[in-house]
């Protein structure tokens, strides 16, 4: 410990001083005392090395439906327990979660909860999961990990929700502790990630592929169309071909549409048309389960068998509505095999979401 804040790794210390953060491509620069961009990892005031302010402080907990990080091929119907902190190592102009991940004022939006207080309370609320979201677990790598380690113990599993921005080596250590995850990709061109999200396409990729072929990690995709800004039929086209290729065509794929926040308070919502378009295109270029989100459209939010068309798992939001499929995962018509993660039965959460008062699982 240093201060108020634990050290961590993935740095390096330049000739003139300075601290390099190496935990994601930003590679930000400090000297002692300073901050990051996610404002939660700074410079050690000695200059001697890093540490995370954001330990053991979270900006709230809530037991969600499994399908609003969204997944919808891993443990359908289940409870997932999510909390995240302050902070984040991107700056979407665009974000739906700004007042977490810009957060600077630690203290005001977060409680305090050790790991083994998380693992005891996703337990004794049923949860099958704990999700690491609406920030991103990159920037609290070690909190996440000691968390995720508590949770296997009781037999718990961990999800991250996160943008896949990340750095080779501390991305093997952070999904070495995960059992899926949401990998946002928020577009298929450099220039949308440069001038919206200040970041870059590349590692996002690298991350996607590192997690499909190198991983036991269950992994879905989630990209958020925005009007005007990444919706053509030309980059849908590119990263369903891409996903196709390059990942695996069973991956699935969310298609949400977006709301005005934040910075972007002027472009329009998407309408309900351009997800389905989307969802059309990357349909057409061979990926066998592609979605829609943040709109109603049930037949959209379906689980479809690929072998026979059967519908496998209907849903009418966050809440199934119809499940045929075996103990194993088996499609009932044909019985071919799901790609995902599935119990014996699926859950029975519905579409409730739970605010917890974390500090009750204190021991």
Same mark, same amino acid.
């Given at each position: 410990m240093s201060g108020d804040g634990v050290n961590v790794e993935y740095w390096t210390k330049l000739e003139d001083g300075r601290i390099e953060c190496r935990l994601c491509p930003r590679f930000c620069r400090m000297r002692p005392g300073q901050r990051g961009l996610c404002f939660v990892r700074r410079a050690r005031e000695d200059g001697e090395g890093m540490e995370l302010t954001g330990y053991g402080r979270s900006t709230g907990f809530c037991v969600d439906p499994i399908e609003k990080k969204p997944l919808n091929h891993f443990l359908p119907g289940s409870s997932v327990l999510s909390f995240g902190t302050a902070g984040c190592n991107l700056a979407c102009a665009f974000c739906q979660n700004w007042d977490i991940s810009k957060s600077r004022e630690v203290e005001r939006l977060s409680s305090v909860a050790t790991p083994e207080t998380i693992a005891r309370a996703a337990e004794r609320l049923g949860c099958a999961s704990?999700?690491?979201?609406?920030? *991103? !677990?990159i920037i609290f790598?070690?909190? #996440?990990? @000691? /968390?995720?380690a508590a949770c296997r113990t009781k037999g718990i599993k961990n999800?991250?929700?996160t943008s896949g921005f990340i750095c080779e080596e501390p991305r093997?250590? &952070?999904f070495g502790g995960m @059992? #899926?995850?949401?990998? *946002? &990709?928020? #577009?298929f061109t450099e220039r949308f990630y440069e001038k919206r999200c200040a970041g870059h396409l590349k590692p996002v990729q690298d991350t996607l592929k590192y &997690?499909?072929?190198?991983? @036991?990690?269950?992994?879905?995709? /989630?990209?958020?169309?925005?009007p005007g800004e990444n919706e053509s039929d030309e980059e849908i086209e590119a990263l369903a071909k891409w996903v196709a290729a390059e990942l695996k065509a069973d991956i699935p794929l969310h298609f949400t549409a977006f709301h005005p926040d934040y910075h972007m &308070? *002027? $472009? !329009? !919502? $998407? !309408?309900? #048309?351009?997800?389905q378009r989307a969802r059309a295109i990357a349909l057409r270029n061979g990926l066998r389960h592609v979605y829609v989100g943040n709109v109603h459209d049930p037949a959209r939010e379906a689980t479809v068998c690929p072998t026979c068309g059967a519908r496998c798992i209907g849903r009418d939001g966050y809440r199934i509505t119809e499940y045929n499929l075996d103990a194993k995962g088996c499609c009932k018509s044909c019985g071919t095999r799901m790609a995902g993660v599935f119990a014996d039965r699926p859950g029975d959460w519905g579409s409730r979401r739970l605010p917890v008062e974390i500090e009750r699982y204190a021991a």
């Open positions: 704990v999700a690491y979201t609406y920030n *991103d !677990p790598m070690e909190y #996440a990990l @000691d /968390t995720a999800v991250a929700v093997k250590r &952070l @059992d #899926a995850a949401n990998v *946002d &990709l928020k #577009a &997690l499909v072929h190198e991983t @036991d990690v269950w992994t879905e995709i /989630t990209t958020l169309l925005i &308070l *002027d $472009t !329009p !919502p $998407t !309408p309900l #048309a351009t997800v």
